[in-house]
């Protein structure tokens, strides 16, 4: 991978939830095990990690969601939101040493890292996300509402 190319660009996001597919795992696998190959490609290839809005996080995470989910048999229901937070916290795994689950001691510096480029709290992020959703929904809803009293 060339130095140009080691960002997060949706068509780079594409790519890694491929060759997650292609590992044999998909939007059945455990977060832990989806979370901990994101980590693996992102620090293996080089990935260059630049500071992100929660908005841009969220859509970030929607890429490599649907690009997992997108050939599956059933709707993917909350699993779309396993598939967002196995994403979010891969980046964040990125930062840390390799296999860092071992080294307690070294978790404080991957999440000083992940609080640089605006992931303090992958969670936090897609709650956000789902509230504003919620938010719209019920915009929508008071509207709809509004029209049909009118009629």
């Known amino acids: 991978m060339q130095k140009a190319d080691n960002k997060l660009t949706p068509e780079n996001i594409s790519a890694l939830a491929h060759v997650v597919l292609f ?3 998909d939007h059945s696998s455990s977060i832990g095990a989806l979370s901990q190959m994101v980590g693996d490609l992102l620090r293996g290839l080089g990935f260059v990690l630049a500071k992100y809005s929660d908005a841009e996080w969220l ?4 890429i490599f969601a649907h690009a997992i989910g997108k050939n599956s048999d059933t709707p993917l229901g909350n699993k779309e939101q396993d598939l967002r937070l196995a994403f979010l916290n891969g980046v964040v795994w990125s930062l840390g040493e390799f296999i860092y689950q071992h080294r307690m001691n070294k978790m ?6 992940a609080n640089k480029i605006g992931l303090d709290c992958p969670a936090r ?3 956000s996300g ?3 959703e919620k938010r719209h929904l019920s915009g929508l809803q008071k509207r709809q509402h509004t029209i049909f009293q009118r009629s």
């Open 23 to 25: 590992s044999g795992m």
């Open 59 to 62: 859509h970030k995470a929607a």
């Open 108 to 113: 404080s510096t991957m999440w000083t890292r």
């Open 125 to 127: 992020i897609l709650s």
């Open 130 to 132: 789902l509230d504003a």
